[in-house]
């Protein structure tokens, strides 16, 4: 019988490996007997040491133990994120062509490794710790990851994989992982909604999926903290104990890094115990000037400290939930998954959000998205026929953020919603901002915000030999269309000149925008919504004013030959007189823009309807904005 296809969840602090045997899943201890191991890697002078016990020399060898590659991964050197993580690591990262590279001691040498490399040796590890369990050699694997991961994050991944010698049959999504653990998929007429709610060791990612068929996962949003999880209960901890010991013995640990890696690593193992007991206590020998320590911490204190760090998890979820348009009664299912959602106070914050919609907890949170690994390894290893699960699990993702162009000179117009699936595509007809204008600047923007300066610039062409047309004649078509793989393709074509086609391609790597920055601009967007939503009407009312005297211009150019040239006279220079005005105000006052709108209909429209009688009214089609 050919060897079983592991399933192996690659996290950010903690990895977990599994696989589907003898009818079920077993998730694998590791040769210390934990069933998640640290994704820890130290760089020693005589070895390289993975996991737990990378972990527990890290102390006296800061700068040689690597740990949150998977942060890295699949990001050039200049990415934001890489910028700014590495102001907090303890080791190098130095620019190789472009790329990150962690610089490292080992065996009396420098040596620098790719985030690639580094988490090549942690699947290593998870492989050879399903050998050591299986007793023969395994390079089949499922390996997941988060779900707003891009082409070029999942691609370093699967290179990760062949390092370590593993054939890596397919990357799945983490919640959808989850969702399969619990078996939600099973039994399914029809549709079910799940929030997947996935508090780890430094990140929090909630996902709203929709399976239907009981094979097809898709997508709805994505929202989260790419800095919230574990770590930050940890600290919670390591400050109160610090403080403690402070008053204790009037001396400041926290200027020692020894004892601060000691007393953050007791305050972990604190944490965990409070999850189940309501006391926990920490005794650390000779912590600090030979001072023995010696403190408790009550569940409620705790859980005090922390909270509100836990309830801000609950915004992301009312952000997810607003994204995917849906209201917290159509959740069918919730799903826990990471390890702090052990934490029983998170798991109460969360019941009652859903009023008291019980969350799934059958499985370890820690552990499902392996397990939902392995089950998916098990489908593709053609074990499939022990499971009643059905086919393989095809995954759609949506747009993390809005795509769109500039118009009018300075706002972006939204071509496609942030959230919404992909593959994507929409057309729209443009207009020109001046009459005797032939090429236009396609400005293609990404963002939440109102004006173009807001908002990133992630690429610009210009399409020129454009056919001259009266302004605000639409005509020009632009289409946004994004594939499967996330990459965006934006056209121009004169509908007049079909040949005269341009285009620019715009992969998610290139120019778009990290998870941290997704996150950044959604904060951002918040933060502007009452100026923006100002603003927005402005912009609207504005367009409507410039819209309707174009209409009234060309109602004049068009106007049969027994119309009166007095009217047309009134008419046209009441036009150019609000096209003047518009111009020279561009960001007028709203109230000054209704009533400039106000007034020129009341002036306008008698005349137009005049002007309009010889050969009934015309047809006119606004376009989606005007290009510049
Ligand atoms: P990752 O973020 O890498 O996916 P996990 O989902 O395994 O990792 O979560 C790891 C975090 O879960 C760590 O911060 C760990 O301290 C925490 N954790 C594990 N078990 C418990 C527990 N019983 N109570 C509270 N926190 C826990
Ligand atoms: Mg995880």
Redesign the pocket.
């Known amino acids: 019988m050919a060897s079983p296809t592991i399933g192996i969840?690659l996290?950010?602090?903690?990895?977990?490996v599994a696989v589907f045997q003898h009818g079920k899943v077993e998730i694998i201890a590791n040769d210390e007997g934990a069933l998640?191991t640290p994704?820890c890697v130290a760089f020693t002078d005589t070895e390289r040491i993975i996991g737990e016990v990378a972990v527990s020399q890290a102390v006296r060898n800061p700068e040689n133990t690597v740990f949150d590659v998977k942060r890295m991964m699949g990001r050039p050197f200049s990415d934001p994120t890489v910028q700014e993580e590495m102001k907090n690591w303890p080791f190098a990262v130095v620019n190789d062509r472009g790329n990150p590279a962690i610089k490292v001691e080992y065996k009396g040498e420098r040596r620098q490794f790719s985030p690639e490399e580094i988490s090549s040796m942690i699947l290593g590890k998870m492989k050879e710790t399903a050998e050591a369990y299986l007793g023969e050699p395994i390079t089949d694997a499922v390996v997941t990851v988060p779900a707003y991961f891009n082409n070029r994050q999942r691609s370093a991944t699967m290179d990760a994989g062949k390092i370590a010698g593993l054939n890596i049959r397919r990357i799945i999504n983490e919640p959808t992982a989850a969702a399969l653990a619990y078996g939600l998929d099973k039994n399914l007429n029809g549709e079910k909604t799940i929030l997947v709610f996935?508090l780890?060791?430094?990140?929090f990612d909630v996902s709203i999926l929709k399976i239907s068929s009981g094979s097809r996962f898709q997508v709805l949003s994505t929202a989260g903290e790419t800095h919230l999880?574990?770590?930050d209960?940890?600290n919670t901890l390591v400050k109160y104990f610090a403080d403690e010991f402070k008053k204790q013995h009037k001396k400041d640990l926290t200027e020692s890094r020894r004892a601060m890696r000691k007393l953050k690593a007791a305050s972990?193992q604190a944490?965990?115990t409070?999850?189940?007991s309501s006391q926990a206590r920490v005794d650390i020998d000779s912590l600090y000037r030979g001072i023995h320590f010696n403190c408790s911490i009550s569940r409620s204190r705790f859980e005090k400290m922390c909270g509100e760090l836990f309830r801000r998890t609950l915004d992301s979820v009312e952000q997810a939930l607003s994204d995917a348009k849906l209201k917290k009664s159509s959740i069918d299912d919730v799903v826990m998954?990471?390890?702090?959602t052990?934490?029983p106070k998170v798991q109460q914050l969360l019941e009652d959000f859903f009023d008291g919609k019980r969350v799934s907890k059958d499985i370890n949170?820690?552990e499902a998205?392996a397990c939902g690994a392995a089950l998916q390894g098990a489908i593709l290893g053609n074990d499939s026929n022990k499971l009643d699960l059905i086919g393989s699990v095809t995954l759609q993702d949506v747009i993390p953020l809005s795509l769109g162009i500039e118009v009018n000179g300075f706002s972006m117009m939204k071509m496609l919603e942030r959230n919404t699936e992909i593959p994507a595509c929409r057309s729209e007809q443009f207009s020109l901002g001046s009459d005797k204008q032939t090429s236009a600047q396609v400005k293609v923007l990404e963002g939440e915000r109102v004006m173009t300066s807001d908002n990133n610039v992630i690429g610009e062409f210009l399409i020129s030999g454009l056919v001259e047309r009266p302004r605000g004649e639409p005509g020009i078509k632009v289409t946004f269309d994004v594939n499967a793989d996330g990459i965006l393709r934006v056209s121009a074509v004169d509908t007049k000149k079909s040949d005269n086609v341009m285009h620019i391609t715009i992969a998610e790597s290139n120019g778009r925008l990290s998870a941290a920055e997704v996150d950044r601009m959604m904060r951002e967007a918040e933060q502007f919504r009452e100026e923006d939503d100002a603003l927005r009407k402005r912009v609207n009312v504005r367009n409507e004013l410039e819209g309707y005297v174009i209409m009234g211009l060309r109602t004049v150019d068009q106007a049969g030959d027994d119309a009166s040239e007095e009217d047309k006279k009134t008419a046209r220079s009441t036009c150019n007189e609000v096209l003047e005005w518009l111009e020279k105000n561009r960001l007028a006052e709203l109230d000054e823009l209704t009533y400039w709108l106000q007034s020129t209909k009341e002036k306008l429209s008698p005349l137009l309807q005049k002007l309009n009688s010889g050969d009934g009214s015309r047809q006119y089609t606004p376009s989606a904005g005007s290009m510049h």
Do not use: A, H, N
């Not at 780890?200 to 990140?203: K, Y």
């Open positions: 969840d996290g950010t602090t903690y990895s977990c998640t994704s996935d780890g060791g430094g990140t999880g574990g770590q209960f940890d972990e944490k965990r409070l999850s189940c998954v990471g390890g702090s052990r934490i949170p820690d998205v």
